[in-house]
């Protein structure tokens, strides 16, 4: 099996693609803030005429996400859209058109309520009063797996349909790594529950993304991203070509357990490797 190639910056990549759909934490956010050069490497790609998605486990909308990025130094002229999984997400519930009033319970963080906002749906409470349950983040920093499996289960008894819209098995947080709204969808799952799920690696987001950068050949189109599991499974079988990031989730894993670390998690080697997501310091 040919190994990735190992690439020292970003610029090296740039010749070599068209379109870029790349990942917001772990490559450029750590959980609080940009990493150092973020901002600046984004604006190389958009200054040379790449089209840029940020493709986002993120269970906030596309434009919660933009807002946060600004807020923490990025342009907006730097990226053409974040399309995140709560995104793609709302477009899927509002293709189902519930009847108004349908009962939902969903779980975000900071008050935000953008998954469900328009839809004539009802929030409730407590999941097991809900027809639809939408986990649209994760609270690990706030609770415990103990206290997530003791709202669900009796959702999931009842045969309550969930929708994880941040399938992310861990998250990062200015306190370390929490579980994050996949793990607890994955909870759901083993007490019996059902769920759908949006974001990366599943296709729904990945054929959004490439009906977005229509006219580009798949194989001009870089998915950069730090999660094996998802950016480099979920690019891989989009057919675009993908690169795994030293920083975020896997940054202490030494370079020779990255390739057993990638065949365990996706099955499948990345393309390239690059150190971070930034230019080198002599570049323009």
């Known amino acids: 099996m040919m190994g990735p190639l190992h690439m020292s910056s970003l610029a090296d990549l740039a010749a070599r693609h068209d379109g870029f759909l790349i990942d917001q934490f772990g490559v450029l956010l750590d959980g609080s803030a940009a990493y150092p050069g973020a901002a600046e490497a984004l604006r190389f790609l958009s200054d040379l005429g790449k089209r840029v998605l940020l493709l986002s486990n993120s269970g906030k909308r596309s434009d919660a996400n933009a807002r946060r990025l ?14 995140s999984s709560g995104e793609a997400a709302y477009r899927v519930l509002a293709a189902r058109q519930l009847p108004a009033g349908t009962p939902v319970w969903l779980h975000s963080r900071d008050g935000d309520t953008s998954a469900i906002d328009g839809l004539g749906l009802r929030p409730v409470d407590r999941p097991e009063d809900a027809a639809l349950l939408v986990l649209a983040a994760s609270r690990a920093d706030e609770f415990g797996l103990k206290e997530y499996a003791q709202w669900l289960r009796p959702a999931a008894a009842q045969g309550i349909p969930m929708i994880c819209t941040n399938p992310d098995q861990t998250m990062l947080t200015p306190q370390g790594q ?69 920083t975020g989730l896997h940054a202490a894993v030494p370079d020779s357990g990255l390739a057993d670390l990638c065949l365990a998690e996706a099955g499948i080697l990345p393309d390239y490797i690059l150190p971070r997501f930034a230019l080198p310091p002599d570049a323009p």
């Not at 600004?70 to 399309?83: A, H, I, K, N, P």
């Not at 529950?193 to 001009?220: Q, S, T």
């Not at 599991?229 to 891989?236: C, K, L």
């Open 70 to 83: 600004l807020q923490l130094g990025f342009s907006r002229d730097s990226f053409e859209m974040v399309l």
């Open 178 to 246: 929490k579980p994050g709204a996949g793990r607890i969808a994955m909870l759901y799952q083993e007490f019996g529950g059902k769920v759908d799920w949006i974001g990366k690696p599943y296709p729904l987001i990945y054929a959004e993304a490439a009906r977005h950068l229509a006219g580009l050949r798949p194989d001009r189109i870089l998915c950069i991203g730090d999660s094996p599991a998802h950016d480099i499974r979920g690019g891989s079988q989009a057919g675009f070509r993908t690169a795994l990031v030293r």
